[in-house]
Structure formats: structure tokens, C-alpha cells
């Protein structure tokens, strides 16, 4: 079992800065791959940006050069920090982990942090 808490949301005007933490904790040497997604009203949750355990990241293109993805082993964190924010980047955000299965590559599990919001007015 992995349990994530993300945390960081909040009210922001356009062009200013937010930064999201997820805490993971319990099995988190299982963990491969963690990342934050975002949902929006009326819109499918969307992956924002992943980071895996050689850190490679990846990032939507609507976030790229706006946003970056990091970790912390020792503490256990992943942040996302969030600049030049938009107000479309307005949604429910949610940390991910994920557990992938070394030998085949496929997703054996999925954690989910209760979400965070961020509302940015323009």
C-alpha cells in the first residue's frame, strides 16, 4: 500500500507562482513513477508532468517551460513547481505513483493523493 497527501493549491492571480507538494509514504520502495495530473470541470484529468526513478521527466506542452517537476528520496516529496500561471491551468491537481512491473513494463498499481485546487483569476 502507498499513501500520497498533496498539498500547496490555492488562489493565485495570473503570472504568479504556486508550488505543490505530494508526501508518499507506506510500500514506497515500489514506487517507479511518480506525477501530477489535473482536472478540470467538464474535462478528463490530464497528465501535467512524471518524473521516473532515473529522473527522466516529461511534461505537458501546454506546461512545458512553465512548470517543473522534482523529487526528494530522502524525504519522500515530489513538488511541482508552477509559474507564469494561466487561467486555464485552473483545476483539481492530483499527485500520482505508480508501481511497473520491472520485467514486463506494464502498471501494476496506481496511487492517487485526494487533490489540491488551483484557482487562477485573471
Known amino acids: 500500500q502507498v499513501q500520497l497527501v498533496d498539498s500547496g493549491g490555492g488562489l493565485v492571480q495570473a503570472g504568479g507562482s504556486l508550488r505543490l507538494s505530494c508526501e508518499a509514504s507506506?510500500?514506497?520502495?515500489?514506487?517507479?513513477?511518480m506525477g501530477w495530473y489535473r482536472q478540470a470541470p467538464g474535462k478528463q484529468r490530464e497528465l501535467v508532468a512524471r518524473?521516473?526513478?532515473?529522473?527522466?521527466?516529461n511534461y505537458a506542452d501546454s506546461v512545458k517551460g512553465r512548470f517543473t517537476i522534482s523529487r526528494d528520496n530522502a524525504k519522500n516529496t515530489m513538488d511541482l513547481q508552477m509559474n507564469s500561471l494561466k487561467p486555464e491551468d485552473t483545476a483539481v491537481y492530483y499527485c500520482?505513483?505508480?508501481?511497473?512491473?520491472?520485467?514486463?513494463?506494464?502498471?501494476?498499481?496506481?496511487?492517487w493523493g485526494q487533490g489540491t485546487q488551483v484557482t487562477v483569476s485573471s
Open positions: 500520482n505513483a505508480q508501481i511497473v512491473n520491472v520485467r514486463t513494463q506494464r502498471v501494476q498499481a496506481n496511487y
Open positions: 518524473i521516473t526513478n532515473d529522473g527522466t521527466t
Open positions: 507506506g510500500s514506497i520502495f515500489s514506487i517507479n513513477v
